[in-house]
């Protein structure tokens, strides 16, 4: 089979898996970049849990969606941007909207909380994204969403005090994107993410309520995560 042929065959086993109604409503569910699991996305295509496994895998073989394991959990995402291009490109041609994420999280834990050890919630989010951005983290080789630091990312979290060697050599994960369950997207779980949480209260950039998970964003905090970070919160 010539390279013409097999790239013929290909398009025609992605379309078939996009072009089932079910399946399509679950891959736009995903569109939005918000990662949602199985039962969700069951309810969202008018199916039994088990027949929407059977579409996952569907779509999952096909490389259109990726899963994420957290705890007893299984998210489901779009396997990267260029199925959520390919999508959008069909969505104008079929014409229509789509309704938007809204989490029911309490707004005071949206904001900011913690999760275990580690930063959770929009400012989560949002500092796992800008330390991306920055290319402080980058990929580890094994898991997929294992992370390392940069040269730069070292010397940034130096600059803060935090002892980078001596966290290599905890029996713990190093850095790894955490699905947050009220964005949907990642956070930054393991060691480093305790590191920066450890910073920020020591520093009280932010403050944890009592009897509570959630994070009060001090206007230090403000200050010093967009001179740090440029990071607006």
């Given at each position: 089979m010539n390279a013409e042929i097999e790239t013929d065959v290909a398009v025609s086993r992605?379309?078939?898996?996009?072009?089932?109604?079910?399946?399509?409503r679950i891959l736009y569910q995903l569109v939005d970049g918000h990662a949602r699991t199985s039962t969700e996305l069951a309810v969202?295509?008018?199916v039994?849990?088990?027949?929407?496994?059977?579409?996952?895998n569907r779509l999952k073989t096909q490389q259109l969606v990726k899963v994420s394991v957290q705890g007893k959990h299984r998210y489901y995402s779009l396997h990267g941007a260029e199925v959520a291009r390919a999508l959008e490109a069909l969505s104008v041609l079929a014409g229509g909207t789509r309704r938007r994420f809204i989490p029911s999280t309490p707004s005071h834990l949206r904001v900011a909380r913690t999760c275990y050890d580690h930063i959770a919630g929009t400012l989560g989010v949002a500092l796992h994204d800008r330390l991306r951005a920055l290319g402080w983290l980058s990929a580890s080789s094994g898991r997929d969403d294992a992370y390392d630091l940069s040269e730069d990312g070292i010397r940034a979290l130096q600059g803060l005090r935090v002892d980078v060697v001596a966290i290599r050599v905890l029996r713990?994960?190093?850095?790894f994107a955490c699905m947050d369950w009220s964005e949907r997207r990642c956070h930054l779980g393991g060691a480093i993410g305790a590191a920066l949480l450890d910073v920020a209260v020591k520093r009280r950039w932010v403050i944890q309520e009592l009897d509570s998970r959630a994070l009060s964003v001090t206007s230090l905090g403000r200050r010093e995560m967009l001179a740090r970070f440029g990071l607006r919160f």
């Open positions: 992605i379309a078939a898996a996009i072009g089932e109604p079910s399946r399509a969202v295509a008018d039994s849990p088990s027949t929407a496994s059977v579409h996952l713990r994960r190093f850095a």
